[in-house]
């Protein structure tokens, strides 16, 4: 079998053991035709430093991974993902949400038993009920603002049932519901996590996407904003997690997991890779 799959790792800390294992997982599902593609994902540019980007390709090419080039670095194409919010906004799908972590906070204090999705309490909707004009105002008085897919709109939109597959654990139907209303652009960064990953999934053409099983609901969104873009539906595989002795998973604070201070003391690539065997 052969596919088209991608690491995606982000340059907010050096990579450990988990990465390596992740990373070598995606390597092996494109088989021996297929394709591996390096992704950088490096949106949060408050987080991202350029010692932990070169330490990727260094630690990867360690490992004895192959990748093709140019490879898509995601701070470079904020112009895309805008385009596609403009796509969305087009479609009267997205909306301006002005409130702060604390404004949310306390309304969704305030409803009590308030529903919860993968990313914690579901935003209660304030800012969906805001005028078109309280709206213009806002922005021109230079409030700061986050803009947010309304669910209900888009799965309207859609109006029918959304599957999706994954290797691990068969079809799926996609319940994006699950994530309310959530955020598509950040008030610091123009876009999302699951926007740049969606879109450039499909951009480049990616016909397997394998990532941790701690992603796994997230494919459940994607799939709706597939489907509401018009692009190709992927297939999946979400991998366990590798975790330590203590049965704790890797974690990129643990310093003394990083594959740089691995090959310090003195391991192998081998070595490494024999720690990395996932499912
Ligand atoms: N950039 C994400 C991370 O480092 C991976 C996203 C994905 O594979 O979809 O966790």
């Not at 990867?60 to 995601?74: F, H, I, K, N, T």
């Not at 904020?78 to 002005?98: A, E, K």
């Not at 709109?153 to 996609?174: K, N, S, T």
């Not at 999934?201 to 990616?206: A, E, K, T, W």
Request: hydrophobic share 35%; proline share 5%; net charge negative.
């Amino acid at each position: 079998m052969t596919a088209i799959t991608r690491f995606a790792p982000s340059p907010t800390g050096y990579l450990h053991l988990g990465h390596a294992a992740s990373a070598l997982f995606s390597f092996k599902q494109s088989g021996p035709h297929g394709r591996f593609l390096l992704r950088i994902e490096d949106i949060d540019q408050t987080r991202c430093r350029a010692e932990y980007l070169d330490a990727i390709y260094q630690d990867l090419a360690w490992l004895g991974l192959e990748w093709e080039e140019p490879v898509r670095v995601q701070s470079d194409h904020f112009s895309d993902y805008q385009n596609v919010l403009d796509r969305l906004t087009d479609m009267g799908l997205l909306y301006p949400c002005f409130c702060t972590r604390k404004d949310i906070q306390a309304e969704v204090a305030q409803i009590g038993n308030a529903p919860h999705g993968p990313d914690g309490a579901l935003y209660p909707g304030t800012c969906r009920a805001c005028s078109a004009k309280e709206r213009r105002d806002r922005i021109a008085a230079g409030e700061s603002y986050a803009l947010r897919l309304d669910m209900t709109a888009a799965v309207g939109r859609v109006g029918r049932e959304l599957v999706w597959f994954d290797r691990a654990a068969g079809r799926q139907i996609a319940t994006p519901e699950i994530f309310g209303d959530v955020v598509l652009a950040r008030k610091e960064t123009p876009t999302s996590y699951h926007l740049s990953v969606t879109h450039d999934d499909h951009l480049q053409g990616i016909s397997l996407v394998t990532r941790g099983e701690d992603l796994f609901f997230a494919s459940h969104l994607h799939r709706l904003l597939q489907e509401v873009l018009g692009y190709d539906v992927p297939e999946y595989h979400h991998h366990g997690l590798l975790t330590g002795p203590d049965g704790k998973r890797f974690a990129k604070r643990d310093k003394s997991k990083t594959l740089r201070s691995m090959r310090e003391e003195g391991l192998e690539p081998s070595d490494v890779i024999a720690m990395t065997d996932l499912v």
